[in-house]
């Protein structure tokens, strides 16, 4: 069976630095930073009191008060991506098969935000026990993508794919995969997370994994810095609409670039470290790349993981060396995660959106931050310190990597 070959013919997004994929991409470009004080709730007695929120997102433009009141704020974030990625695909337009139109979403956490209110009313409202008829609609990370494909009539293949932050580049991997088998036409994919509440702050406190850097928040995300001390946390939602090769040609469809290859991995190694070698990012890259058919020569740019956490930065930076040799210190390296923190399970699905920008432009987003060499990093490697930088891309990787050693890299490659 031969399979089928898989493009991108549209993609939207909200982000801390951008409501839309146009801002995100100028946001990017210019090395904006997405950090601020915490406005979702009290942070006043959190070890971190700052994060990357979407600015200035009011629900009301976007739903109706009561439809907007049977959402988490996870989903509306995931639905307001989806539709500028659609919209921009002119997929409905065009009148497309729906029957062959699917979505397919990726969230580490889900509906935390509810799940959390929820819980605390129910402890002040003992003994008698009162929930929202919502909340476990609300709350369950597949809703997402139910909510889409009934606003569209979408019929094809719909589900969630959770794991941890790579969430939605397993996601972008599935759809691929359902593509190039001949299962469906048109995938909307992409992941969206809404974990900036006191338990998701306080939760990672609790196991010392965010930057508490808060007389410096604009600057706290440091990938490949000596000064790191963990990641910002970050919410949004990033879509892409992924198209079978000839039936976008068929209909006259902008293609943006080929998802030309997708790897899957486990460190096998701990719950929340990663391989202090960096095995499982090795060999996920390395199964990326022959998946596409390429070899390691033909890649120009990696859209790093880089959560600037003390470890995760250094066994990255190492796999990277290991498996591109001399060609590593050829390549454009950068974490976009200095920008817009990190979107746990959203996190695949906006770095895919910033390697395409990269591909379609011609230009490398920097990883801002920078002061100071870590001595523990192979410094030959080019991280594209905090200025962007112009360069032909061809081939590109997009890394992302989540706890429990679940590892995704995709490949991008201009068409």
């Known amino acids: 069976m031969e399979l ?7 993609f939207g997004a909200i982000t801390p630095i951008g409501n839309n994929a146009k801002e995100y991409w100028e946001s990017l470009v210019k090395g904006v930073s997405g950090a601020a004080p915490i406005t979702l709730f009290d ?19 976007h739903f109706d008060k009561k439809e907007a009141k ?3 704020r996870n989903s509306q974030l995931g639905q307001v991506a989806a539709r500028e990625a659609i919209a921009h695909s002119r997929i409905i337009e065009d009148k497309v098969d729906q029957n062959r139109v699917g979505v397919i979403w990726g969230s580490g956490i889900g509906g935390l935000e509810t799940f959390e209110n929820e819980v605390l009313g129910f402890a002040e409202s003992k003994p008698i026990p009162r929930f929202n008829p919502f909340f476990i609609p609300k709350m369950i990370a597949d809703i997402t993508p139910g ?27 599935d759809a691929r995969m359902l593509i190039q088998l001949g299962k469906a036409d048109v995938l909307v994919v992409g992941g969206s997370e809404a974990a900036v509440t006191a338990s998701g702050v306080g939760g990672f406190n ?3 994994a965010l930057s508490t850097r808060n007389d410096e928040y604009k600057t706290a995300s440091r990938p490949f810095d000596k000064d790191r001390d963990g990641f910002v946390l970050g919410e949004g939602a990033g879509c892409l609409i992924l198209e079978e090769y000839e039936h976008a040609k068929k209909r006259g469809a902008t293609i943006y670039a080929e998802v030309a290859g997708g790897g899957l991995s486990a460190d096998a190694h701990h719950m929340t470290a990663p391989h202090p070698e960096g ?10 790349i022959e998946d596409a058919g390429l070899t390691t020569d033909a890649v120009d740019h990696i859209n790093m993981h880089g959560t600037s956490t ?24 950068n974490s976009t995660k200095s920008m817009t923190g990190h979107l746990l399970g959203a996190a695949g699905a906006i770095e895919a959106i910033a390697t395409l920008g990269t591909i379609i432009h011609g230009i490398v987003p920097p990883t801002i931050n920078h002061f100071t060499d870590d001595e523990a990093i192979d410094n030959r490697l080019n991280f594209t310190f905090n200025h962007a930088v112009e360069k032909q891309v061809n081939v590109a990787l997009s890394n992302t990597f989540g706890f429990g050693g679940h590892n995704a890299c995709v490949l991008f490659r201009k068409i």
């Open 206 to 208: 609790a196991l010392h």
């Open 279 to 288: 095995l499982g990012a090795y060999l996920v890259m390395k199964n990326c």
């Open 43 to 61: 942070s006043s007695n959190f070890k971190t009191k700052f994060a990357c929120e979407v600015k200035d997102f009011d629900p009301l433009n």
């Open 4 to 10: 089928k070959r898989v493009v991108v013919t549209g």
């Open 147 to 173: 909510n889409i494909s009934i606003e569209y009539g979408l019929h094809g293949p719909n589900y969630t794919t959770v794991s941890a932050c790579a969430s939605s580049a397993n996601a972008i991997i």
């Open 70 to 72: 049977k959402m988490d």
């Open 310 to 333: 003390p470890l995760g930065d250094i066994a990255e930076s190492q796999a990277i060396a290991k498996l591109l040799g001399e060609h590593a210190y050829d390549i454009q390296l």
